[in-house]
């Protein structure tokens, strides 16, 4: 009889750590691929600067690639203008000139079967309609520390086509937070540093992202994260390195 008692009271207490543990663990968020539309958070989130087109299919995203803030880009006298930050360039030659953007994308993007390497040139689109470019710059060479001195507070500057366009986190895009950033090529939504919680991702693949719930896709979406590594101790974090999750689609200027 004591032995019966014995083992029921652990069952019980067995049963209750079962309750316990399954009530108070966070549920894992899972979302087949390709089952999520963008179309309704591409519509409310990009800017009336950005001209929307959307198909069966596809969304087809124009720009003129200018940005909506302050930058030293927009030249001397320009209500938009200021310095720049302490320790850059200051006799950069360059300047910028708007440009007709087109960004097709998926209306339900989805895992791509081979992960195709980003390039050099736009791989997304900011929600002001600024391109988004990858950790490299002309050669395919890494962004070094003299090019970054030629950044903006907003981790941006003009390349050769006097084509304004982000590398990195800055002042009027993303610092430290969780903000959507914009679309890349290939559908997927791209993030501040943060999650939605406020915390630091550490569960990020070997593409910058992962699927959970975000302010804009409470279901949870696949979608990328500015890098967390203060890249190369300048105070700017890379917006995204590496392959594409999915397929990108076409970017043209």
Request: glycine residues 10%; contains cysteine.
């Amino acid at each position: 009889m004591k032995n019966l008692k014995t083992i029921f009271k652990l069952s019980v207490v067995i049963v209750s750590l079962i309750v316990s543990c399954s009530s108070s663990d966070p549920t894992p968020v899972t979302v087949p691929s390709g089952s999520v539309s963008i179309t309704d958070v591409v519509k409310s989130k990009y800017k009336s600067a950005v001209t929307i087109t959307v198909g069966t299919t596809s969304i087809v995203l124009k720009s003129n690639g200018l940005p909506d803030h302050k930058t030293p880009y927009w030249g001397v006298g320009n209500a938009l203008y200021e310095d720049f930050p302490n320790g850059h360039h200051t006799n950069v030659n360059t300047s910028m000139t708007d440009h007709n953007y087109s960004m097709t994308i998926p209306v339900n993007p989805t895992a791509a079967s081979t992960h195709e390497a980003t390039s050099l040139g736009p791989i997304g689109m900011a929600l002001n309609g600024v391109p988004i470019y990858n950790d490299r710059e002309g050669g395919n060479v890494a962004l070094d520390a003299l090019t970054i001195t030629t950044f903006d507070y907003s981790g941006a500057h003009p390349g050769p086509g006097k084509d304004y366009h982000y590398h990195t986190t800055g002042t009027y895009l993303t610092v430290d937070d969780a903000n959507l950033v914009g679309i890349l090529r290939d559908g997927f939504p791209i993030y501040g540093r943060q999650d939605k919680d406020g915390t630091y991702p550490v569960d990020l693949d070997a593409y910058g992202g992962h699927t959970k719930a975000t302010a804009e896709f409470l279901d949870g979406i696949y979608h990328y994260h500015a890098s967390n590594v203060n890249y190369l101790n300048t105070g700017y974090y890379i917006l995204k390195a590496g392959s594409y999750y999915g397929t990108k689609g076409t970017f043209t200027f």
